[in-house]
């Protein structure tokens, strides 16, 4: 099992429900959605209005807001200040209730949308289950590495990186991934937030 998305383990169901669902409005957004979730969801990952970044990855109504705007889910960025207060986010997480189901089994959800032309669509996803397509799930796992990356590595260390995992369990030393986890620098990005190194 792998955690695709940087938030709390308890929306990534209604993540992915969110996902599918952008797939099948090609570029509509609902009027309305009720997200269902097993109740102790309701405690633990349902903080309506986010108000630091540590709220919004405990947020179902702004992660599935983020989904079906396509925003990357994996980027720490979209649970940033700039994310839950961003207007278009908010307009659309209004539009979400999230509700508790006993019938939802741990790690499950589902999503009914209701359109604005008075038609209804209802997705459902299982977090809990491992990804049977396994090249699937490896490009997943390294589009989160790459997000993540971003903060410290440049694109090339990063694609030099993922390269060398690819084929770990054939490299001779550890030389060769070492070198391409050093970066010459990181463009765009603030480098007070780069991790600095701890002396002893």
Avoid: W
Avoid at 185 to 190: E, F, H, L, Q, T
């Amino acid at each position: 099992m792998f955690k695709f998305h940087a938030s709390c383990y308890g929306t990534h169901a209604p993540i992915e429900s969110a996902l599918k669902l952008k797939e099948q409005l090609q570029g509509r957004l609902p009027e309305n959605l009720h997200v269902s979730v097993e109740p102790q969801y309701m405690s633990v990952c349902n903080i309506a209005v986010p108000s630091t970044p540590l709220e919004a990855k405990f947020s179902i109504r702004h992660a599935v807001a983020l989904a079906l705007l396509g925003r990357d889910l994996a980027d720490g960025e979209s649970f940033s200040a700039a994310a839950y207060t961003d207007p278009k986010v908010i307009a659309l997480r209004e539009r979400i209730r999230v509700v508790g189901d006993t019938a939802i089994k741990r790690a499950n959800a589902r999503i009914d949308a209701h359109l604005a032309d008075g038609s209804s669509l209802s997705v459902s996803a299982d977090a809990s289950r491992a990804e049977t397509d396994l090249s699937y799930q490896a490009r997943r796992v390294e589009a989160k590495f790459a997000s993540c990356a971003r903060e410290s590595l440049n694109e090339d260390s990063i694609a030099r990186t993922i390269e060398v995992c690819r084929e770990l369990d054939r490299v001779a030393d550890v030389t060769a991934l070492v070198a391409a986890l050093r970066s010459s620098g990181v463009a765009g990005r603030d480098s007070s937030r780069r991790p600095q190194a701890v002396r002893p």
